[in-house]
Every structure is written in C-alpha cells, then in structure tokens.
C-alpha cells in the first residue's frame, strides 16, 4: 500500500529577543523566522511576522545594517479571558549586516498573508563579473 | 533550554488540572528569566501555536499560520472538539539561489482542540487576515448560563 510521505512541521518555538538595541515600546519582542538567500543579482529575505499589517512594519536599512520591526496590535477583545495562551503577542525585531552593497532605490518588499519578502538588489559593482583570460 | 514538550497537544480544560499548565509556563518562564535565557513565552511546541478566550456568548481561536492561503486550510467543528488541518508549502525559487538561512518550517500540520463547552457549529465563523486565523465559536445555547429571577 503506497502512502504519501507526509512531513510534519516541526515548530520551534517563538523565539525571545533578550535585549532590544533601541526599546520601541513596552511588551515583549520576538525574533522573526527568516529565509534568506541570494543569487547573483538580489538578495531576498522572507519573514514570518503573523498580524503584522504593511503600515506596522518599518524596514530600515542604513550602513548595510538592515532593521526590520514590525508591531502587533493585541487583538483580544476587551471582554474576552483566556482558556488557553501558547503565544503572546508583541513586536517582532530582527536585525542583520548585510555584506554587499545595496541598490536603495529599488529595494521592494511585498506582505502577503504574515509574510514579509524583501528584495534587495545588489549595486552593479558588486556583481561578479566574468573575466576571461586571453591567451595569445 | 528546559525541557517543553510536556504539555499534551490536546488539552482538557475540564480536568481539576485545567490551571497547572499555566502555572508551569509561568514558572518556566521565571525559570528562563533567572537564567538569562530569554523572555519570550512558554508555547506548546506543536504547529500552530492557539490562543483560545472567550466571551459569554463566543469562544475566540486564534492561530499564527503565516503564508498559508485560507483554502489550504481545513477547520472542522463536532460538539466541542475543534480541529485545525493544513499544509504550510514553501515555493521553490525559480533561480540558482544560494541559502544563507532557512528558519521557516514547511509540512503537515493537524491539531484538535477541545473546548469546555460545546459549540453551535452552524455558527461557525472563520476569517483569515495576515497570517492570523480568527474562529468564533458561538457557545451553544442550552450551555450558556441562565439568569433565575426568584418570584416573590
């Protein structure tokens, strides 16, 4: 009897930040899961900030340090009490040192359901150019 | 890191334990705290992560199931058992791309919830709005306190 290989996801936990460089606002911070990864032409990163909408999330990248924070409304009702709690919300802050120039004019960054993709394109310069030897 | 998975994946809030696992994310948290560990909270360690309140006439669930399309997901109600099926598919890139980080899980997920009471599942309302799902369960009717006025 053939069955199909199903994966389960195996969920880590959301991840604490323990110190905040700059302390936004009271409430706790999360690391968001990421993917990141490059060709030779962008750098992407994609990630998981669950009630994020587009107008909470701040992308800021200076110095090749690129920032992303996004805040999450509480969104309990006033009159509402707990029966089960297995996450909190807060904000999420991520941090990370980008190694290659970044073209800041045609960064793009899209939210779709709790996602975040950014791309980021890399300067001409940076690119890697092929060189081919010449032999006389 | 302390150990987490203790916590069943179907908890009974019926049972005279119903608060103890509270007050072991508490201490756990403490515990993390004191250790300089972090202070992020105690989940269940299973995908996705529920928060479930309520109101007198609603339960309130809320999953964290970022870039799941809302027709990829299967939510059924029976009496007051809740269930939450899906699958999260991450797209492949198109391009040669070279990974620096992969963090974000993709697979299976079914998980089943029971509620204290029992639910009006033709009520049932389910929307999904970035990466969050909201059900409201409206509380059935014969479950919901009655107010007896005492005739005089």
Same mark, same amino acid.
């Given at each position: 009897m053939a069955r199909?290989?199903?994966?389960?996801?195996?969920?880590?936990?959301?991840?604490?930040?323990?110190?905040?460089?700059?302390?936004?606002?009271?409430g706790a911070v999360y690391s968001p899961s990421v993917d990141i990864f490059e060709n030779d032409n962008t750098i992407t990163v994609l990630a998981d900030m669950p009630g994020v909408k587009a107008q909470d999330l701040k992308i800021d990248l200076r110095d090749s340090m690129l920032t992303l924070t996004g805040r999450v409304s509480?969104?309990?009702g006033a009159k509402e009490s707990d029966v089960l709690r297995e996450y909190q919300s807060g904000t999420f802050f991520r941090q990370f040192t980008l190694s290659? +120039?970044?073209?800041?004019?045609?960064?793009?960054?899209?939210?779709?359901?709790?996602?975040?993709?950014?791309?980021?394109?890399?300067?001409?310069? +940076?690119?890697?150019?092929?060189i081919t030897v010449r032999t006389d | 890191m302390l150990v987490r998975r203790v916590w069943p994946s179907r908890p009974t809030f019926d049972s005279p334990f119903g608060d103890f696992g509270e007050v072991r994310r508490e201490m756990l948290r403490l515990l993390d705290t004191v250790a300089g560990d972090t202070f992020g909270d105690v989940g269940a360690g299973v995908f996705p992560p529920l928060n479930i309140t309520q109101d007198d006439d609603n339960f309130y669930l809320r999953a964290e199931v970022?870039?799941?399309?809302?027709?990829?997901?299967?939510?059924?109600?029976?009496?007051?058992?809740?269930?939450?099926?899906?699958?999260?598919?991450?797209?492949?890139?198109?391009?040669?791309?070279?990974?620096h980080r992969k963090e974000r899980?993709?697979?299976?997920?079914?998980?089943?919830?029971?509620?204290?009471?029992?639910?009006?599942?033709?009520?049932?309302?389910a929307r999904y709005a970035d990466g969050i799902l909201t059900l409201t369960?409206?509380?059935?009717?014969?479950?919901?306190?009655?107010q007896i006025t005492v005739r005089t």
């Open positions: 199909e290989a199903r994966t389960d996801i195996q969920k880590a936990e959301k991840v604490g930040v323990p110190t905040v460089p700059e302390q936004m606002r009271p509480a969104p309990d290659e +120039a970044i073209d800041q004019a045609k960064i793009d960054a899209s939210l779709t359901d709790g996602v975040l993709r950014l791309e980021l394109p890399k300067v001409e310069k +940076a690119r890697p150019r092929q | 970022p870039g799941i399309k809302p027709n990829e997901l299967s939510i059924s109600a029976v009496r007051n058992r809740v269930s939450l099926a899906g699958k999260r598919e991450i797209q492949r890139e198109h391009e040669r791309v070279s990974y899980a993709e697979g299976s997920f079914n998980r089943t919830v029971t509620l204290p009471t029992e639910v009006d599942t033709e009520r049932v309302d369960l409206p509380k059935a009717e014969e479950t919901k306190p009655r």
